[in-house]
């Protein structure tokens, strides 16, 4: 009834003989997305303690300490992550030929660690192998959908040398989500700038408005 997916739905239940001292990858995405939104560096610490206390031989730790790695970035300043860890996070990511929800994620929270044509030439490939956005799985949807938002946070700041057709194809990809709750937010933003670029001041504020008076100001 509420479109959820029932194999996803079971995979987050721990069952009766699960090893309490194992720590799964929901509960490190949990505290790391908490981190992230809520600019809370103790979440961060958090991670860390049960990463020491935890079993975690069921995790790809690479990829959790890449995210730390950002995310801890976000109580200092993001460009004084030192060019090892940066390179640490691109192998992190690039560790396969192909692209799974956890690299998917992690190239979604450190875009920022790109050099601009590396980014367009990545945005151009995503948007060359998925046309349509609505024929991927639920949580690469999500992923997809994080990246495009994000290229279109950093395209304002780069107006200069992003690729304008990937600014407008992403906008693009987003409006054409489904009509569903979970990609309402998807939407908003694929209007949100749209306004901005286009200049339109007025209605940009109404959408951060609209946002702050649904209780979230940290995201605006």
Request: some cysteine; overall charge positive.
């Amino acid at each position: 009834m509420h479109n959820i997916d029932y194999s996803s739905f079971f995979k987050k239940l721990k069952s009766e003989n699960s090893n309490q001292n194992e720590l799964s990858e929901t509960e490190c995405n949990n505290l790391l997305h908490s981190a992230y939104y809520k600019n809370d560096y103790s979440k961060i610490l958090k991670l860390q303690e049960l990463l020491a206390q935890k079993d975690t031989s069921k995790l790809n730790l690479n990829s959790i300490n890449a995210q730390i790695i950002i995310k801890a970035a976000i109580s200092n300043t993001l460009d004084k992550i030192p060019e090892n860890k940066k390179e640490y996070i691109k192998r992190t990511i690039f560790e396969t030929n192909n692209w799974t929800e956890s690299s998917l994620r992690l190239f979604a929270i450190s875009m920022f660690i790109f050099n601009t044509d590396d980014i367009n030439s990545i945005l151009k490939a995503f948007l060359n192998n998925i046309q349509d956005i609505n024929s991927i799985s639920k949580n690469k949807q999500k992923m997809f959908s994080a990246i495009l938002i994000n290229y279109l946070n950093y395209s304002l700041n780069h107006t200069n040398i992003v690729i304008k057709d990937n600014v407008y194809q992403s906008i693009g990809r987003l409006k054409s989500l489904r009509v569903d709750p979970k990609n309402c937010f998807a939407k908003i933003m694929a209007n949100y700038y749209q306004y901005v670029l286009n200049g339109d001041v007025a209605k940009s504020q109404n959408i951060l408005n609209f946002l702050k008076a649904n209780g979230m100001s940290e995201i605006v």
